[in-house]
């Protein structure tokens, strides 16, 4: 099958230009609407970017379906789409909005492509920057500079748990696994966190962080990341083992994803394991 | 006690020119730090203490640009600079004697910049007997920075050169509060007890750059940060910033935080208010 790769690249670079980054630092507050919670923010921008993705997306591939983050939230049916046959487009319009609507940077711009359950392809967008990540199953993952430049991404293996440094997110549901990593957390190199998995997860395959844990596993936060970073040569795992797939309800097992194999298991072991 | 002895003789106060100092900030970042950004070669970057504590020949360049240029801007002042004191730690005794001294931090996040990461900061802290008077955090990549002096706000001279005063916000619960808990050092139990009640706050964002922190508390992207080791150059700029921008930089232990204080006391707690910072001492720090 033939993936439009940079047809779809270059549509989200059109929505990070001419949809997003016109509204970043200039939300009047009626733009911006709580969804669940004050914590779960959606504003004017994510809405008009999905607008905008959705029906360019499934025209470039027949018989395609969008899944939107949006969509969902207005008709949560649409998540059990991903468990059924055939192709389906993951949005997630702006990554990070909590942080977009208050005026900082650390926010993304994400799609992947799913075939039956799992994810096949996937763009994350940094907006401000225009920097466009790209992973396509079995092929390898790339960074495409502004300027079209393509880098390879693969992706660092430190040589011990004190070498690794990453994404330690106290607020995870789960309170023990919170509480024992941060225990633990000395034994590591150090913590980065963005508030942002389209940001955490180009960072990891960058090499500038190691490792992640996630507890809620939301297909459009994780599926484009988790393909990226296998691609580069790490691994998305749960901590009971089973490899994260985008067809996965949300919520399950913490998911942990590392540079590899043996950072993986160092991570498990070192901070998670009683 | 020679803090006392400090604070009670009296100084020639010296007018601060905020935008001198600025522009040498700039003048560093573009000669000595900039060149070296995603540029740097396996042995332009050294570990100190381990692997979690690195060093660039960008920092060292940046305080040697730095260390001599501040000096002669007030005569008779000291320099205590990140580098210069790992390699001589009774260089930070400058700090705790009465009189001028620049603290400067050539290089925040190195762990950041080192990797390619853009979110890290140059931070320099003008201490009169023991207390930092005025002080600049500057963004290499995005061009800000942010600038106080003591008793006259904080300012945040944006890229394009337009100035707006800052002034945290303040949200009206602690379930509003997101923020930066920093638990990589200090007592373990203390770090369990924080990453246990962060479910009653709205998320954490660690920047692995105190000076990003900074910046971003003061811009209201967050609003509270939690350091265990309080290096004076990674704090004495941003305490004095988010003070004078309606915050506080207060030790769990009441004591207001000072450039001359030893690194490791009582956990520092920044926040954008009084009550907030109450309000997680209460409901997140104390036991």
Known sequence: MTIPM???????????????????????????????????????????????LTPRLEALMPGSRAVGEEAVGRDPALLALLGQPGLHWLIDPIDGTASFAVGCALFGSMVALVQDGDAIASWLLDPPTGRLYMARKGEGAWLREPDGEMQRLTMPRPSSLA?????????????????????????????????????????????????????RGIPWDHAPGTL??????????????????????????????????????????????? | MAETTGRQKRMTAVKIDMDAVRLLMEEAAVTTILPYFRKLKTGDIDQKAGPHDVVTVADKASEDFLTPRLQALIP??????????????????????????????????????????????????LVKDGDAVASWIYDPIRGICAMAETGSGAVMREADGSTRRLQTPKPPSLAHLSGAPNLRYGDRDFAARIAHRMDKTAGVMILRCAGQEYLAMLDGHFHYAVYNRAMPWDHSAGCLLITEAGGIAKRLNGDLYRAADKPFSSPLVAACGEDQWTWLKKDIFDA
């Not at chain 1, 709580?34 to 994510?46: F, G, M, N, P």
């Not at chain 2, 603290?103 to 853009?118: E, H, K, Q, R, S």
């Open chain 1, 6 to 52: 940079q047809a779809v690249g270059d549509l989200l670079l059109q929505a990070g230009r001419d949809i997003i980054m016109p509204r970043f630092r200039r939300l009047r507050a009626e733009d911006i609407v709580e969804k669940t919670s004050h914590r779960d923010l959606v504003t004017i921008a994510d809405e008009e970017a999905e607008a905008f």
């Open chain 1, 163 to 215: 070498h690794l440094s990453g994404v330690a997110n106290y607020g995870i549901s789960d309170r023990t696994l919170a509480m024992r990593m941060a225990q633990r957390i000395d034994r590591t190199a150090g913590v980065l966190n963005m508030r942002c998995s389209g940001q955490e997860y180009p960072a990891m395959a960058l090499g500038q962080i190691h490792w992640a844990i996630y507890g």
């Open chain 1, 228 to 274: 990226l970073i296998s691609e580069a040569g790490g691994v998305a795992r749960r901590l009971n083992g089973q490899l994260y797939r985008a067809c996965d309800p949300p919520g399950g097992s913490p998911l942990l994803v590392a540079c590899g194999e043996e950072q993986w298991d160092w991570l498990k072991t070192g901070l998670f394991d009683p």
């Open chain 2, 76 to 125: 008779g002042s000291t320099v205590v600079g990140e580098e210069a004191s790992s390699a001589d730690e009774s260089i930070m005794d400058a700090l705790r004697r009465p009189g001028y001294a620049w603290l400067i931090d050539p290089i925040d996040g190195t762990a950041n910049f080192a990797v390619g990461n853009a979110l890290f900061a140059v931070m320099v802290a």
